[in-house]
């Protein structure tokens, strides 16, 4: 609009100018407005070609309708594979960039029919396993359908089954993909490589700087960092419903269920049958059944007709033993079994092995020592053998089930190594849900510790008590370790007391102002703590003794992973009620202490502000109330450890509040603190707290010992 | 012609208008792509057909032929199947032999041997040696010339360790023999048969070494972010808010944000930048040390012990070809991952690399370890403190087992102990003694060790609990030998002379549950620096703090029997035997190594504290007892190469210990007597 009426202001101004122009101007002028009129027309009524290409893709179409290539004779072969290629020399890490989610964007090719110059196909257009394991891709997070933005490519042309397809013509139809550039940043997925009669461990088609997700690589073979080991999928994980079973030792002790093993390797498993008596069972093909069975589903020993997999339920170890490839499906049906995978593959580059711990799930036997199996597999104990069950059939369910597993751990390897510092964690690849859920890693896990000299920042909460604020000031200040006292000034109806009012200190005071009034302020990370150590102070706390301090500052150097405080808390399950309760009387133990006088590290307020579970910040800035507790139950949950309660201090008296401390009032502050432990336990989902019968006392505390010898003679008491 | 002419541009202006109008618009949508339609990113198509699809393989392909499986190709390189012969490596023995010296020995050479023939490995054999060492010279003067010893075998189960860069290319055949060097290149590594070993300083310490100097879990918040590794050696410093980029030769940086520290031998940051080009440079163990976390930069050379360590967890390694994305990571990482990081790196600097004996015997540890097979370390034990130099396989391959991994694992202790009653040369069954422990609701089982000359006597009294008596034979250090009867994961070790209450034992037990990796007792000892002799001593008066417990009464893991016996130079052992007093010093050497901790004192009553002997029961002379102390003390961190003990000024005391309130509410009120 506004243009328009510029326009117009200009419009008759320009008039005058004209008359001396040429007639033919005007008719050129106005030839060139109608075409342009024309054109636009035709550009918005034309369909677009974007719009058009994807109502293609949407609909559903046919394999047989895809388009077809032919790739002449002599179009270019790439390079055999680069031995030597890593991801820094051979992977173009520019093209995945900066990307905050620190995600690869992979492309797929869109999928054609390639076949040479006399029409005869290059190989089977697409099978039903690479099918699935393209949608997957397409369905995940690493799918762009943008290829200037993708960061790895996949090719549609199917190269899972050597066997399926001609190698020279399948090389030059990669190489003729828009951005193949020798290979740079292709991912090629195979599980079958090699053909006869030498069958080698990689695929044999030459793919340049392609990197290969393949299943049955040698250490000969894998370019370790770069090439990706993936199991070979086994069809029967989706045929087979097979209900999982628990661990434990079975009617087998070890089990062979393969078929077609070389003659020699069945003598050496024949003979250990023949020594071992039942528990070793030795199975082969069904070669007296009726037609139309499926022979696949079954096995048999002499006479003896099994249901596989579902025989591999029955043993506790299973047999996986190299054919004439390295790679076998028969491992992904073991560990489906929960059956632990003997692997008998001398130089075997086992699936996912760059993130997968395969010694806790499976036992590596060298080929030579294959008549030992046996005796090498009795000295496991049982408890390992349960946990390489559990653990054999957490990786099926995790890395093996589907085709879709296998694609998306591919990519996850891919993208750890790409963005190395947004990778996952040996326990997020390894350790099964079970653990996942009851193990603890304690934050502050190294043994250290906190020199002395490091003292610690006492931070006073306040809201407008300030005579009983500059008494805690001057008493705190006492304390040798002091290093910088913080105020948090959560009144924001008044301004702090002049600089001139506060008391002179030895060290650094800081006032903090805050936005609003909430408790969590007193628990906010401020950049102004620069110690580790940080004593959480109410500031009516005026009983506790510079060498109660002191001393609590000593013990939380010893423990600096807890929470050290005075006066301690328990909580118990009242069976009555069936709810926990919250205990202040004179108990034997202790589970939590009060943050009214507190010492603990920093990054215990980093955490209580940026990553306290569920709504519980919300819920105790809005109670007014629990936030001691909240922090109790954040450090035993994260470090799975009790608090240290120091010295014999039970309360904190505070002389100002005797008057209102009243049995009601304080039978309601007590229902009202039973309450923010059921809630902070319902939303924890557990009970983190951990109960305790000791304290901590200085070494000599009341012994019989000069008082002026004793480095804390002056503990206060109850 | 002048209405023909303004009305023609009139509709000339119209026209344009509509054009206007029509075109930008569409054009814009055109030109402007950034805001386009939400529209569905166009995935792979729903073939109408997937059913028809056929699987990537048949039946047949599955089960292949009965072909010859031919040994896979492999070009005259090694790998573990192919080139180690473990035949020569039955049981749990792995057994290593060390080449003596050819021409003179140097010093390095030397404590080398000395170092193994005291430890577990050692055998004086070459025949029924596992690993065959042989340790290349550093003499620059003689070239690498290496001379081929007569059991080479083409260099079968033969290990060459190599603590220094070849300064010039091997020149005996390698064959098949493992080859451990520094920074090995990673085009001719060979993983999981060679052995990647870390750049180590000329003067790097024999034994024991620098502690790592973390001294705060979390960094300091005006520390710099960036250290960066400087070709010449040292550390360049950059400024905490350096939003330019760092590296030399990329970008150009603001000189008022950086400070160049020159000579810098340790870098005060959060991170250490380390280029992946220079294998000689001897960053990566200073940042390691100094608790800066490395981030390496396209390392060109296999990182150290790489098979067993999972550097994940301490390092960063990044692409060089992306600076500035990894400083803008770097940036943003969330505190916990940084702490995690930094105390990970202090932890590995501390088990495997601040001494030249951690490093070699950490590569033996590797070797062994591909021996065990399935019961070889798992890899939470290489990984998380104290690290797997310290934590036995042969002990047992499952975590929780050990007194370190309980949190980590999710698993609990078993709640009972036993009590293990040493009756050296003098003493008289401890009667009242087992009565009073075994009378704890805690106790399993009662052990005597019988050290005695006399019979143990035919009649024991009535005990709830089992009672057996083991033999003893006589020696002081057999209180720690890894007594299969030991059933629990809590020894509670006692003395004959010892006397405590049932009370006293509950609570040290229920106190020792909450440390189970710590020692819990009763009575105390304090290590001191004597100024007028120059060397360690220890005392046993009262005092404000303490680093030791008396194990004549003392509850710990039984995994320290274990590491007492099976980990501990020959050399100390025989010291603790010769010198009885010492063993108790000993045992707190080595808890206080694993741990990096202080014991714990639970209190005790009061007479008990006086009528202590100073010396274990069995010595002949009490008196000469200081003195020898002393020497012990010396002796053993001689022989640890440090001074691990910590001091701590605590005691744990029941909550409502001596506090005035009614004897009745308190549940240990027999620990106020006396």
Redesign the interface.
């Known amino acids: 609009m506004c243009?328009?009426v510029k326009?117009n202001i200009r419009?008759p101004a320009l008039?005058p100018r004209?008359k001396t122009k040429h007639?033919i101007y005007?008719?050129t002028?106005?030839s060139i407005?109608?075409l342009?009129?024309i054109?636009?027309?035709m550009?918005?009524f034309w369909p677009h070609s974007i719009e058009s290409?994807?109502d293609w893709?949407?609909e559903?179409?046919?394999?047989?309708d895809v388009p077809v290539v032919h790739l002449p004779a002599d179009s270019p072969v790439p390079e055999r594979g680069d031995l030597?290629c890593?991801?820094?020399t051979c992977f173009d890490?520019?093209r995945c960039?900066?990307n905050p989610k620190n995600k690869i964007k992979v492309y797929?090719y869109a999928?054609k029919k390639y076949v040479d110059d006399l029409g005869v196909p290059v190989g089977?257009t697409?099978?039903?396993?690479?099918?699935e394991l393209?949608?997957a891709?397409?369905?995940s997070d690493y799918?762009?359908?943008d290829i200037s933005r993708a960061c790895l490519f996949v090719p549609s042309i199917?190269v899972?089954?050597q066997?399926?397809l001609r190698i020279k013509e399948t090389a030059q139809a990669l190489a003729q993909l828009s951005r193949w550039d020798r290979g740079t940043n292709h991912l090629l997925f195979n599980?079958?490589p090699g053909g006869?009669?030498?069958?080698n461990?990689a695929l044999d088609v030459p793919r340049d700087r392609a990197l290969l997700a393949g299943g049955g690589f040698?250490?000969?073979t894998y370019r370790?960092g770069y090439d990706v080991s993936i199991p070979?999928?086994s069809?029967l994980s989706a045929e087979v419903n097979l209900p999982e079973k628990g661990p434990g030792l079975r009617q087998y002790f070890l089990l062979s269920s393969q078929?077609?093993?070389?003659?020699e390797?069945r003598e050496d498993l024949e003979a250990l049958q023949a020594k071992h008596g039942n528990s070793v069972l030795v199975l082969d093909?069904c070669t007296n059944l009726s037609e139309g069975v499926v022979?696949?589903r079954k096995r048999c020993h002499k006479h003896q007709v099994f249901d596989y997999p579902q025989v591999l339920q029955e043993a506790t170890f299973c047999v996986v033993l190299?054919?004439?490839?390295?790679g076998?499906?028969v491992l992904s049906d073991v560990l489906r079994a929960g059956c632990v995978p003997v692997i008998i593959a001398?130089?075997y580059v086992l699936p996912f092995s760059e993130v997968l711990?395969w010694?806790?799930a499976s036992?590596?036997?060298?080929?030579d020592?294959m008549s030992e199996v046996y005796s090498?597999l009795q000295?496991?104990?049982q408890?390992?053998i349960e946990?390489m069950q559990r653990q054999a059939r957490w990786f099926w369910e995790a890395y093996f089930q589907s085709i879709k597993a296998i694609a998306l751990a591919t990519l996850q390897i891919i993208n750890d190594r790409?963005?190395?510092?947004?990778?996952i964690?040996?326990e997020d690849w390894?350790d099964p849900p079970a653990?996942k859920?009851?193990?603890?890693?304690?934050?502050?896990?190294?043994?250290?510790?906190?020199?002395q000299s490091?003292g610690f920042t006492a931070i006073v909460l306040t809201y407008d008590r300030v005579e009983s604020l500059f008494r805690v000031i001057t008493e705190v200040s006492k304390v040798p370790s002091l290093s910088k006292l913080l105020v948090v000034w959560n009144n924001q109806n008044k301004n702090p007391p002049e600089e001139s009012l506060w008391p002179k200190i030895r060290v650094p005071l800081k006032v903090v102002r805050t936005a609003e009034n909430k408790l969590s302020n007193r628990f906010f990370p401020y950049?102004e703590?620069?110690t580790?150590a940080v004593l959480a102070i109410d500031d009516d706390i005026i009983m506790l003794t510079s060498d109660e301090l002191q001393?609590g500052y000593?013990?939380w150097r010893?423990f600096?992973d807890r929470l050290v405080g005075y006066p301690?808390r328990l909580h118990l399950w009242d069976h009555e009620m069936s709810k926990w309760k919250y205990e202040s009387e004179?108990?034997?133990?202790?589970s939590m202490v009060l943050t009214g006088a507190a010492f603990y590290?920093?990054?215990f307020n980093?955490l209580y502000t940026y990553?306290m579970p569920g709504d519980i910040k919300n819920w105790v800035d809005a109670h007014m109330n629990c936030e001691d507790i909240a922090m109790n139950f954040l450090v035993a949950n994260i470090?799975?450890?009790?608090v240290i309660?120091v010295t014999?201090r039970?309360k904190f008296k505070c002389p100002e509040c005797t008057a209102i401390d009243g049995l009601s009032l304080d039978q309601t502050h007590m229902v009202e603190r039973s309450e923010c432990i059921n809630k902070f336990a319902s939303v924890f989902g557990t009970m983190p707290l951990?109960v305790?019968?000791?304290?901590?006392?200085?070494?000599?505390?009341?012994?019989?010992?000069p008082e002026k010898?004793?480095?804390?003679p002056n503990i206060g008491?109850? | 012609?002048q209405l023909w002419?303004?009305k023609?541009?009139w509709?000339?202006?119209s026209?344009?208008?509509?054009?206007?109008l029509?075109?930008v618009f569409?054009?814009l949508r055109v030109a402007v792509p950034t805001k386009p339609q939400p529209?569905a990113?166009?995935?792979?198509?729903?073939?109408?057909?997937?059913e028809?699809?056929?699987?990537?393989?048949q039946?047949e392909?599955?089960?292949?032929?009965?072909?010859?499986?031919?040994?896979?190709?492999?070009?005259g390189?090694c790998?573990w199947?192919?080139c180690f012969d473990?035949s020569k490596c039955r049981g749990s023995d792995f057994k290593v032999f060390v080449y003596p010296a050819a021409g003179p020995i140097s010093e390095m050479h030397c404590r080398l041997l000395a170092s193994l023939e005291g430890s577990r490995y050692h055998t004086s054999s070459p025949t029924e040696a596992c690993l065959l060492l042989l340790l290349s010279s550093n003499n620059h003067a003689r070239g690498c010339s290496m001379t081929v010893p007569l059991e080479w075998n083409g260099g079968r189960n033969h290990l060459l360790l190599h603590l220094h860069p070849a300064p010039c290319p091997w020149t005996v055949q390698l064959g098949q023999a493992i080859v451990a060097e520094a920074n090995p290149p990673?085009?001719t590594f060979r993983?999981?048969f060679d052995v990647a070993l870390p750049l180590l300083p000329d003067n790097h310490p024999f034994r024991g070494g620098a502690p790592g100097q973390?001294?705060?879990?979390?960094p300091?918040?005006?520390v710099a972010l960036l250290a960066l590794a400087q070709e010449r050696g040292g550390w360049h410093i950059a400024g905490t808010n350096s939003s330019a980029c760092p590296w030399a030769g990329h970008c150009e940086q603001d000189p008022g944000s950086k400070q160049t520290q020159p000579g810098t031998a340790i870098p005060n940051a959060t991170f250490c930048l380390i280029p992946?080009r220079h294998p000689g440079a001897l960053h990566f163990l200073q940042a390691l040390q100094a608790g800066c976390i490395p981030v390496l930069l396209?390392p060109e050379w296999e990182l150290p012990f790489s098979e067993v360590i999972?550097w994940?967890?301490a390092a960063?390694?990044?692409?060089?070809?992306?600076p500035?994305?990894?400083l803008?990571?770097?940036q943003e990482?969330p505190?916990?991952?940084v702490?995690?990081l930094r105390?990970?790196t202090?932890?590995l600097w501390d088990a495997y690399f601040s001494s030249v004996e951690k490093v070699i015997y950490t590569t033996l540890e590797i070797i062994q370890d591909r021996i065990l097979?399935?019961?070889?370390h798992?890899?939470q034990l290489w990984?998380?403190?104290p690290g797997a130099l310290l934590a036995l396989p042969t002990f047992s391959?499952?975590p929780s087992d050990f007194p370190f991994y309980h949190?980590?694992?999710?698993s609990h202790l078993v709640g009972r102990f036993s009590a293990l009653i040493w009756v050296g040369a003098l003493s008289q069954p401890p009667l009242k003694l087992i009565q009073a422990v075994a009378g704890s609701q805690y106790c399993a089982q009662v052990l005597i060790l019988w050290s005695s000359e006399r019979p143990p006597p035919l009649k024991w009294p009535e005990t709830a609990v089992p009672l057996t008596v083991i033999d003893g034979h006589g020696k002081v250090s057999a209180r720690f030998f890894p007594y299969s009867a030991i059933s629990t994961d809590a020894v509670l070790s006692l003395d004959a002379h010892s006397s405590l209450s049932t009370s006293e034992v509950d609570?040290a037990f229920?106190?020792w549950q909450?440390f189970p990796e710590r020692m819990v007792g009763f009575l105390?000892w304090s290590h001191f620096w004597d100024e007028a002799r120059g060397d360690w001593g220890y005392t046993a008066e009262?005092?404000?703090?303490?680093s030791m417990v008396h194990t004549s009464a003392a509850f710990y893991h039984r995994y320290y029997h274990t590491l007492f016996t099976h980990s501990l130079p020959k050399a100390l052992r025989t010291l603790a035997d010769e010198t009885p007093t010492c063993v108790d010093v000993l045992m707190n050497f080595l808890v206080a190594a694993v741990?990096?901790?202080?014991p714990i004192?639970?209190p005790c009553r009061?007479q008990q504290q006086e009528a202590r002997p100073l010396v274990a029961p069995g010595a002949a002379k009490p008196k000469l007892a200081p003195l020898a102390g002393r020497d012990c003390i010396s002796q053993v961190a001689a022989g640890f190469g440090h001074m691990p003990l910590?001091s701590?000024?605590?005691?744990?005391?029941?909550?409502?210990?001596?506090?005035?309130?009614s004897v009745l509410?308190?549940?240990?009120r027999h620990l106020e007597k006396g």
């Open positions: 243009a328009s326009y419009g008039i004209m007639r005007y008719i002028l106005f407005v109608l342009g009129l054109a636009t027309g550009f918005q290409s994807s893709n949407v559903k179409r046919s394999i047989r030597s890593r991801m820094h890490v520019y960039g900066f797929i999928l089977n697409i099978s039903r396993e690479y099918n393209l949608t891709i397409s369905d799918y762009t359908d199917d899972l089954n066997n399926t599980m079958l006869p009669p030498d069958y461990t040698s250490t000969w370790q070979v999928y069809p078929m077609g093993l070389h003659a390797y093909k022979s696949i190299r054919g004439a490839r390295l076998q499906a001398d130089s711990d010694k806790r036992v590596m036997v060298p080929e020592k090498i000295s496991t104990p408890r390992q946990e790409i963005y190395p510092y947004a990778a964690s040996y390894n653990v859920w009851s193990s603890v890693s304690n934050p502050l896990f190294l043994p250290l510790i906190p020199p490091q950049d703590i620069e580790e001393f000593e013990v010893e600096p301690g004179w108990t034997n133990e202790v590290h920093k990054y980093y990553k470090t799975g450890k009790a309660k014999p039970k951990k305790v019968e000791h304290r901590a006392d200085p070494v000599l505390y009341k012994d019989d010992f010898l004793k480095s804390f008491s109850l | 012609m002419r303004r023609s541009l509709l000339a202006l026209a344009s208008w509509l054009l206007i029509l075109g569409p054009l529209r990113p166009l995935g792979w198509p729903q073939w109408l057909d997937t028809l699809l056929q699987g990537f393989s039946p392909d599955l089960l292949e032929d009965d072909t010859q499986p031919s040994p896979v190709p492999h070009k390189s790998d199947g192919t473990t990673v085009n993983p999981g973390l001294q705060r879990h979390s300091h918040p005006r992946g396209s999972d994940t967890k960063i390694i990044a692409d060089e070809r992306l500035l994305q990894v803008a990571a770097l990482m505190p916990s991952k702490l995690a105390q990970q202090q932890f097979g399935a019961s070889a798992p890899s990984n998380s403190p391959t499952n949190l980590q694992q999710g609570f229920v106190v909450s105390t009262k005092a404000n703090e303490f741990t990096k901790l202080p004192k639970v009061k910590v701590s000024r605590l005691r744990l005391d029941p909550v409502l210990f001596k506090d005035p309130v509410r308190k549940k240990y």
